[in-house]
């Protein structure tokens, strides 16, 4: 069964610190794999976006990383900002089918504190 | 910041009326989308389209149903609103299909419904 898993569910940082944010998938066949930022009450906005050959992808703050291999995936985030307060979700894209299908994890929520 | 909108953005209404939720992009996008999403939990495509006078129902069964006349408009219609519609729906479009290198799906704020 395709799924997509991440976690933690939900973390609290501190201004300034770091985190990591995992994301393990089981998706078949694998076409790419995105993180998206959600903020509360808004629409999902696509953050990095990495096929099967890329390993690492940066946007600003936000470092991806991909192993096909091991089908993990995390999303870094260097020095964290209030405004990064926000659900993080990982989605799975397959190309097996017609449609092309995307599957969503639940997302982690991400907290940051003053 | 994507040019894709929707209102109502908040909607609170009594049991048993007709809604129609509207969505409206205009970045010329063929694929368009329609998810439910519930707090903590994850998107739920219910309905798609791949172009004018195309619609399909996506995997979680609703009892909505959708429209597909003009490329730039995709509503959501409930005939007869239940307390169990009570959701978040979020529209969505994208140049392409899912598993192509431009499928990138761009999202409308959503609106939050809430029937009593």
């Known amino acids: 069964k395709n799924q997509v898993e991440q976690s933690p569910q939900s973390l609290i940082i501190l201004e300034g610190k770091n985190c990591t944010l995992q994301?393990?998938?089981?998706?078949?066949?694998?076409?790419?794999l995105r993180w998206y930022k959600q903020d509360t009450g808004r629409g999902p906005v696509s953050l990095t976006i990495m096929t099967f050959s890329e390993n690492t992808k940066s946007n600003g703050r936000y470092t991806a990383t991909l192993d096909a291999d091991t089908k993990q995936s995390s999303l870094h985030i260097t020095a964290s900002q209030l405004s990064d307060s926000a659900s993080y979700i990982c989605v799975v894209s397959d190309r097996g089918s017609t449609l092309g299908r995307l599957y969503f994890g639940r997302g982690t929520q991400l907290t940051v504190w003053p | 910041e994507a040019d894709i909108y929707q209102t109502p953005r908040y909607l609170v209404i009594g049991t048993g009326k007709k809604i129609t939720l509207e969505c409206s992009q205009t970045m010329g996008h063929d694929k368009m989308y329609w998810y439910q999403q519930d707090p903590g939990m994850e998107l739920h495509l219910i309905h798609y389209s791949y172009g004018v006078n195309s619609t399909e129902k996506g995997d979680l069964s609703s009892e909505s149903t959708v429209s597909r006349i003009r490329t730039e408009h995709f509503p959501l219609t409930l005939e007869s609103a239940r307390p169990s519609h009570t959701s978040q729906y979020l529209c969505?479009?994208?140049?392409?299909?899912?598993?192509?290198?431009?499928?990138?799906?761009?999202f409308g704020p959503g609106t939050r419904l809430t029937v009593l």
């Open positions: 969505a479009s994208s140049e392409a299909l899912a598993g192509a290198s431009t499928d990138t799906q761009y």
């Open positions: 994301c393990n998938y089981t998706v078949s066949p694998f076409s790419n």
